[in-house]
């Protein structure tokens, strides 16, 4: 029997080498999808690229969507492309709509003329659910969306949800809380906490410059998360999922964290400036998840404690800046 084909789009991110790495485990034939750039980043599938195939397109052209579904395709397809940092969003707010909001009604419209039987996964995010209509946050939860990226997000989401009812298709989201991973850029809070602890360890900085120390968030690991993805898509019935931790922890605690793992003693006040420009212009309230439905359906959990989480991150990076 041939094996089973993936496409993921946005392969060379975080979630996508991770996902890429779960299919070939499990026999796949994984294509992704990249888009022309003048400076090509391929370092987090850099380890896979003679087991995978790459094929170029773009979610701002419907062409280059439907040639890369003819070549590849694929009998699961993992939507993970978009402008994936929060803050750049009030920077580029219509880019990230093109993006991350259109670019998925694009997807979706080239894979009912392609390859309609295919299954559709698309990754929504609980920066959906922004100003917060209860907590913890489920399926059912009302969305408040607090940035352009979560208008965008939220756009996303919708349409698949229409493209399922409209063409019965099998399109699922999951509705990812933040995972975390070595792999995250370095823009991203957690790695950003992570590498200066590590680089202030190997006297390569004195400090690190954050926004809002007593920010909340439900904080995972991507490892764990791409599982999730990967089951979600092997239902009978296209559903929606949040997939999330169930807990929450404050920026200070994963700050505290990483100095303890990098072997650096005092209170967190040594180690950290308070820069007014890493302080959204709103934002977001108490996002936790309640994973439960994930749980019924999938037989999933998250596997990696926050602290675990940090803590490898921390490792990864002291290792990386010792090279």
Aim: proline share 4%; hydrophobic share 40%.
């Amino acid at each position: 029997m041939a094996p089973r084909r993936a496409l993921i789009t946005g392969i060379t991110g975080q979630d996508g080498s991770y996902l890429a790495e779960l299919l070939l485990e499990k026999g796949y034939e994984v294509h992704g999808m990249v888009r022309r750039a003048s400076t090509e980043k391929f370092d987090r599938i850099e380890h896979l690229r003679d087991r995978i195939t790459l094929h170029q397109g773009d979610l701002l052209d419907h062409r280059s969507l439907t040639d890369a579904l003819r070549h590849s395709a694929p009998d699961e397809l993992y939507n993970l492309a978009a402008m994936s940092f929060v803050a750049v969003s009030w920077i580029q707010p219509t880019l990230t709509a093109e993006f991350t909001g259109v670019g998925v009604t694009r997807v979706l419209e080239a894979m009912r003329e392609v390859c309609p039987e295919a299954r559709f996964y698309q990754a929504s995010s609980s920066e959906m659910f922004g100003k917060v209509r209860e907590v913890p946050q489920d399926e059912s939860t009302p969305f408040y969306p607090r940035s352009p990226y979560g208008v965008a997000k939220a756009y996303g989401h919708f349409i698949t949800v229409n493209y399922r009812e409209s063409y019965n298709l099998h399109a699922t989201s999951g509705i990812l809380f933040n995972h975390e991973s070595p792999r995250r850029g370095l823009e991203f809070v957690t790695r950003k906490i992570t590498w200066h602890a590590a680089a202030i360890k190997h006297g390569l900085r004195d400090h690190m410059s954050l926004g809002n120390l007593d920010a909340e968030r439900d904080w995972g690991y991507a490892k764990d998360f791409v599982e999730a993805m990967w089951l979600m898509l092997q239902q009978d019935k296209a559903d929606d999922y949040v997939i999330a931790t169930g807990r929450t922890n404050t920026v200070r605690q994963c700050v505290e964290i990483a100095l303890d793992e990098a072997g650096l003693t005092g209170a967190v006040e040594d180690y950290v400036r308070i820069d007014p420009q890493f302080l959204r212009p709103a934002e977001v309230d108490q996002l936790i998840g309640d994973p439960g439905k994930a749980k019924r359906d999938l037989g999933w959990e998250p596997q990696t404690s926050f602290e675990d989480l940090i803590r490898l991150m921390t490792r990864a990076d002291l290792e990386l800046l010792k090279r």
